[in-house]
């Protein structure tokens, strides 16, 4: 008995967050977690303490991916693909498939490929530990890899859960194995020490909680209307992700050509 009270007692902040929450100020957090983050990418890169944060909320920008392909990908996001890449070339002299390719690349290829996986139990989780293994090979070629398509079929697989009754697997299943393979991802990619990969775990494991529980975050934004400054500036942030993602990675990358990588910082 001890042991269920002490459960509720823990999962009853979570509850009250998935509550208060909504999908945009969710989103908002991410992107202000992320400006710090590449600020550390850029120009403070080897402290890997103040990594931790964008290393827990990374996969918001995944796995929502997931339960949103019915969307057609925009013109701007197309347009920031191609800025950045073309960007990056002139200024480093290197071709880099940034994180935009990377979503456009899942939004296309995501349903087609769950749909044939779930048809077999064998070739699913095959192919699966396949793309967790080549992650960290595959992130040299496209960001994040073919770990961007385990995050992208957990969110799609929670979206279709309806469909997935009769399914060998069952998409809170699915979800445990895409923590387990951000994590390993996670500590290869970064060789976080001990406390540091226990912290990050953590933190996503409270990400991956509400990620899962997604669509209930939709629909508080949907009931919700922003009212005080606060709540605007979410609103903003969230509803213009991409568009800051885009100007933000671009500046950065001017600030680095001409205040680091020409005058010796």
Same mark, same amino acid.
């Given at each position: 008995?001890?042991?269920?009270?002490? #459960?509720?007692?823990?999962?009853?902040?979570?509850?009250?967050?998935? @509550?208060?929450?909504?999908?945009?100020?969710?989103?908002?957090?991410?992107?202000?977690?992320?400006?710090?983050?590449?600020?550390?990418? =850029?120009?403070?890169?080897?402290?890997?303490?103040?990594?931790?944060?964008? +290393?827990?909320?990374?996969?918001?920008?995944?796995?929502?991916?997931?339960?949103?392909?019915?969307?057609?990908?925009?013109?701007?996001?197309?347009?920031?693909?191609?800025?950045?890449?073309?960007?990056?070339?002139?200024?480093?002299?290197?071709?880099?498939?940034?994180?935009?390719?990377?979503?456009?690349? !899942?939004?296309?290829? %995501?349903?087609?490929?769950? +749909?044939?996986?779930?048809?077999?139990?064998?070739?699913?989780?095959? !192919?699966?530990?396949?793309?967790?293994?080549?992650?960290?090979?595959?992130? #040299?070629?496209?960001?994040?890899? %073919?770990?961007?398509?385990?995050? %992208?079929?957990?969110?799609?697989? +929670?979206?279709?859960?309806?469909?997935?009754?009769?399914? =060998?697997? @069952?998409?809170?299943?699915?979800?445990?194995?895409?923590?387990?393979?951000?994590?390993?991802? %996670?500590?290869?990619?970064?060789?976080?020490?001990?406390?540091?990969?226990?912290?990050?775990?953590?933190?996503?494991?409270?990400?991956?909680?509400?990620?899962?529980? =997604?669509?209930?975050?939709?629909?508080?934004?949907?009931?919700?209307?922003? @009212?005080?400054?606060?709540?605007?500036?979410?609103?903003?942030?969230?509803?213009?992700?991409?568009?800051?993602?885009?100007?933000?990675?671009?500046?950065?990358?001017?600030?680095?050509?001409?205040?680091?990588?020409?005058?010796?910082?």
């Amino acid at each position: 008995m001890d042991g269920v009270n002490n #459960l509720k007692f823990l999962v009853a902040p979570l509850e009250r967050l998935k @509550k208060d929450l909504t999908a945009y100020d969710l989103v908002a957090l991410n992107v202000a977690v992320m400006l710090f983050g590449h600020i550390c990418y =850029f120009f403070i890169s080897d402290n890997l303490w103040l990594r931790i944060p964008d +290393r827990i909320l990374v996969c918001i920008w995944l796995i929502p991916v997931g339960y949103n392909l019915g969307h057609k990908p925009g013109k701007r996001i197309w347009a920031g693909a191609f800025l950045l890449t073309f960007s990056e070339y002139v200024l480093f002299h290197y071709i880099n498939i940034n994180f935009l390719w990377t979503i456009l690349l !899942v939004r296309q290829v %995501t349903e087609p490929l769950a +749909r044939a996986l779930l048809k077999d139990k064998y070739l699913f989780w095959g !192919v699966n530990i396949i793309f967790l293994a080549l992650s960290p090979i595959t992130n #040299l070629f496209f960001e994040y890899g %073919t770990l961007a398509f385990i995050m %992208t079929m957990a969110g799609w697989m +929670r979206m279709n859960e309806a469909f997935l009754k009769e399914s =060998f697997i @069952k998409p809170s299943e699915y979800f445990v194995f895409a923590f387990l393979a951000h994590i390993m991802f %996670t500590q290869v990619a970064f060789q976080f020490n001990g406390l540091q990969t226990t912290l990050i775990a953590l933190g996503s494991t409270v990400v991956f909680w509400l990620l899962y529980h =997604f669509k209930g975050l939709v629909l508080n934004s949907l009931r919700r209307r922003p @009212k005080d400054p606060i709540e605007k500036l979410c609103f903003f942030m969230g509803h213009k992700s991409l568009e800051i993602y885009i100007v933000h990675v671009f500046a950065y990358q001017l600030i680095y050509y001409f205040f680091v990588m020409n005058r010796g910082f």
